[in-house]
Nanobody, 115 residues
Framework: VQLQASGGGLVQAGGSLRLSCAAA????????MGWYRQAPGKQRELVAV???????NYANSMKGRFTISRGNATNTVYLQMNSLKPEDTGVYYC??????????WGQGTQVTVSS
């Protein structure tokens, strides 16, 4: 499975961005897709995940601001980020987990929120 993420950029605090991630390869084996982020000097952390039934879970700090969704083809995942804060700055990574519990990562896309 190969993951290609896009949609990062520079935005002012309070603004919005929409990240996209498309999977290629053995996409029929994908169960869960999600987003993680890594801020400078910090560990990678969960942002949100969504399974093949479109049941979503979010990190507490993202609830109410971020929305994860999957495309009709199920091999795409989106992250709508609203009310962005400077502390949301980081590299956002797309993730896919297959039914066999193999983890795959995209290349990351930079999100920078200026104050």
């Amino acid at each position: 499975v190969q993951l290609q993420a896009s949609g990062g950029g520079l935005v002012q605090a309070g603004g919005s961005l929409r990240l996209s991630c498309a999977a290629a390869g053995s996409v029929s084996n994908i169960n869960v897709m999600g987003w993680y982020r890594q801020a400078p000097g910090k560990q990678r952390e969960l942002v949100a995940v969504i399974d093949s039934d479109r049941s979503a879970n979010y990190a507490n700090s993202m609830k109410g601001r971020f929305t994860i969704s999957r495309g009709n083809a199920t091999n795409t995942v989106y992250l709508q980020m609203n009310s962005l804060k400077p502390e949301d700055t980081g590299v956002y990574y797309c993730n896919a987990v297959t039914r066999s519990r193999y983890f795959y990562w995209g290349q990351g896309t930079q999100v920078t929120v200026s104050s």
